[in-house]
């Protein structure tokens, strides 16, 4: 059962463009909500998250926006460039200050810049 | 310094065998997982030890078994090794289970 469903599979910007990649989720007890990119070779790192209480976060050329009633969020990279080019993940992680909360992740995006 | 640590970064073994995947911290973190990346790139969680204690169990074959030494330490033995468990693992850390710090991982190639 997949919890948090993210689109599109791969993605193709040209250089200087916007990526945008959406993602969705179920369970509204989510309290967290990251970005991982991932090089191929590389484990994932985080990139930039947010919390449900905000609307928008923005660090440098990545925002990510937030929709709390429609249960929807998406990463925004402007200015894109070929060393952005990595598989983006999202995520969600359950609530409370548990340990044992789990992150759930997105099947993720295969991002590609063109120079 | 290498805030997480797997160890080996590649093993191909034959069905039927019994490996070992040696995962350390550095970061002074509570919690360490296991993950599992598919061909696919999915990425899901095995299993989750906080302060040496298994805390999260996924449903996965009993041929899996971690095993945390101390806080600083995640291993896990796979037996009877099949073709599906081809695949990357990843070893993760950390406080609180909000930012999770990955490994290098592990390329598993079962033939």
């Known amino acids: 059962q997949q919890q948090v469903k993210q689109s599109p599979q791969s993605l193709i910007v040209q250089k200087g463009g916007i990526s945008i990649i959406n993602c969705a989720y179920e369970n509204t007890a989510f309290d967290y909500f990251p970005w991982y990119q991932q090089f191929p070779g590389k484990g994932p790192a985080l990139l930039i998250a947010i919390r449900p209480d905000v609307s928008e976060k923005k660090e440098g050329r990545f925002t990510i926006s937030f929709n709390k009633s429609a249960k929807q969020f998406s990463l925004h990279i402007m200015d894109s460039q070929p060393g952005d080019s990595a598989t983006y993940f999202c995520?969600?992680?359950?609530?409370?200050?548990?340990?044992?909360?789990?992150?759930?992740f997105g099947s993720g995006t295969r991002l590609s810049i063109r120079p | 310094d290498t805030a997480v640590s797997q160890t080996p970064k590649y093993l191909v073994t034959q069905m039927g065998n019994d490996k070992s995947i040696k995962c350390e911290q550095n970061l002074g973190h509570d919690t360490m997982y296991w993950y599992k990346q598919d061909s696919k790139k999915f990425l899901k969680i095995m299993f989750s030890y906080n302060n040496k204690e298994l805390i999260i169990n996924e449903t996965v074959p009993n041929r899996f078994s971690p095993k945390s030494p101390d806080k600083a330490h995640l291993n896990l033995h796979i037996n009877s090794l099949e073709l599906g468990d081809s695949a990357v693992y990843f070893c993760?850390?950390?406080?609180?289970?909000?930012?999770?710090?990955f490994g290098p991982g592990t390329r598993l190639t079962v033939t």
């Open positions: 995520a969600a992680r359950g609530s409370g200050y548990s340990s044992a909360s789990k992150i759930i």
């Open positions: 993760a850390s950390s406080q609180s289970s909000y930012e999770q710090y």
